[in-house]
């Protein structure tokens, strides 16, 4: 299970900085940079560590529930990963970004963004899980 962990940690952050870390969505973050509840996060090492360590945890805790929910999700090999995935996206992404819509001044268009790499990150680290946690 670490070795699932660890690589789908990877996983999710390499995907993660791709998506995020790219012209198209660049010019929309820096768009909505002064729009009431954006904050800047520090770029910095220690910025760096606190995303992979919570990332690190939310793996830990899925690759749990996968091993619990591995025999009742439909599909085998990927197809697996993408049942868990849509068990990430329903049960973590769908709620959170229904509070951050109702109850935050965060701009729209970063909501969208980070909810399409979310959901691509669940789908990500659900066929990790499904390809070596068999």
């Given at each position: 299970m670490i070795?699932?962990?660890?690589?789908?940690?990877?996983a999710w952050f390499?995907?993660?900085a791709i998506l995020f870390f790219n012209p198209w969505t660049?010019?929309?973050?820096?768009?909505?940079?002064?729009?009431p509840g954006v904050r800047?996060?520090?770029?910095?090492?220690?910025?760096?560590?606190k995303i992979l360590a919570a990332i690190l945890v939310q793996c830990?805790?899925?690759a749990l529930l996968y091993d619990i929910l591995k025999s009742a999700l439909p599909?085998?090999?990927?197809?697996?990963?993408?049942s868990f995935g849509g068990v990430l996206l329903t049960?973590?992404?769908?709620?959170?970004?229904?509070?951050?819509?109702?109850?935050?001044t965060y701009p729209l268009q970063r909501l969208q963004i980070e909810f399409w790499i979310g959901a691509v990150c669940c789908f990500v680290v659900g066929i990790v899980f499904a390809l070596i946690l068999i």
């Open positions: 070795i699932a962990v660890l690589t789908a940690t990877f390499v995907t993660a660049d010019r929309i973050y820096s768009l909505t940079a002064g729009a800047a996060l520090p770029k910095s090492p220690q910025t760096v560590v830990i805790l899925w599909g085998t090999g990927w197809l697996k990963g993408l049960f973590k992404m769908i709620p959170r970004e229904i509070d951050r819509l109702l109850l935050s």
